[in-house]
């Protein structure tokens, strides 16, 4: 199986900064990667697919790149309302495999 | 507009059985493969099982093999997750999500809100 590895566990930024949350595959994903967001209580909600690609509805200041084994999600500048748990998903082959996640908090 | 609704949840004993189900509506069921994952409390993401869109494949966390069956029928729009053998570490919010394809290898664009499966004496 496929292992991602999210980093860091926990971030504490202020408002308007530039965030960066990384994901490491196990293997070669190509760009077979997913971004979620999920806010407290609430389900998941897709970012980014196809590793840099911005779902529909999402703003602008969300980002995505990387390709193979190293991936990165990057708020270019923080909002309240972006306080979440984020997660990175590698679709490239079953069984798909989540990082363990990554709680954005506001400093 | 996509909608997904699961239903079924509950607290259940250690050794029992319970069969989720999940309504979709607002997109041609048949089309687009479908998963259920969970989230203990407190925890992460897993996910549990996948269904292609044809029925055909059909894919299971190694943790769940042997024990739960995913199954669809188009004519209900409905998704089913028949779980059997259920232990205290299967506890967790179980989510519907519909991929973005017939193939199950695929991110899912859209989430239902989950329902509690609760395992305890």
């Known amino acids: 199986d496929i292992q991602m590895a999210q980093s860091p566990s926990s971030l504490s930024a202020s408002v308007g900064d530039r965030v960066t949350i990384t994901c490491r595959a196990s293997?070669?994903?190509?760009?077979?990667l997913a971004w979620y967001q999920q806010k407290p209580g609430k389900a998941p909600e897709i970012l980014m697919y196809?590793?840099?690609t911005l779902e529909s509805g999402v703003p602008a200041r969300f980002s995505g790149s990387g390709s193979g084994t190293d991936f990165t999600l990057t708020i270019s500048s923080l909002q309240p309302e972006d306080v979440a748990t984020y997660y990175c998903?590698?679709?490239?082959?079953?069984?798909?495999?989540f990082g363990q996640g990554t709680r954005l908090e506001i400093k | 507009e996509v909608r997904l609704l699961e239903s079924g949840g509950g607290l259940v004993q250690p050794g029992g059985s319970l069969r989720l189900s999940c309504a979709a509506s607002?997109?041609?069921?048949?089309?687009?493969?479908m998963s259920w994952v969970r989230q203990a409390p407190g925890k992460g993401l897993e996910w549990v099982s996948a269904?292609?869109?044809?029925?055909?494949?059909?894919y299971y966390a190694d943790s769940v093999k042997g024990r739960f069956t995913i199954s669809r029928d188009s004519s209900r729009n409905t998704l089913y997750l028949q779980m059997n053998s259920l232990g205290a570490e299967d506890t967790a919010v179980y989510y519907c999500?519909?991929?973005?394809?017939?193939?199950?290898?695929?991110?899912?664009?859209?989430w239902g809100q989950g329902t509690l499966v609760t395992v305890s004496s």
């Open positions: 999500a519909k991929h973005r394809s017939r193939s199950a290898t695929n991110c899912n664009n859209y």
């Open positions: 607002g997109f041609t069921f048949s089309n687009y493969a």
């Open positions: 269904l292609s869109g044809s029925g055909d494949n059909t």
């Open positions: 293997q070669g994903i190509s760009n077979f």
């Open positions: 196809a590793a840099s």
């Open positions: 998903q590698n679709y490239y082959s079953a069984p798909i495999t």
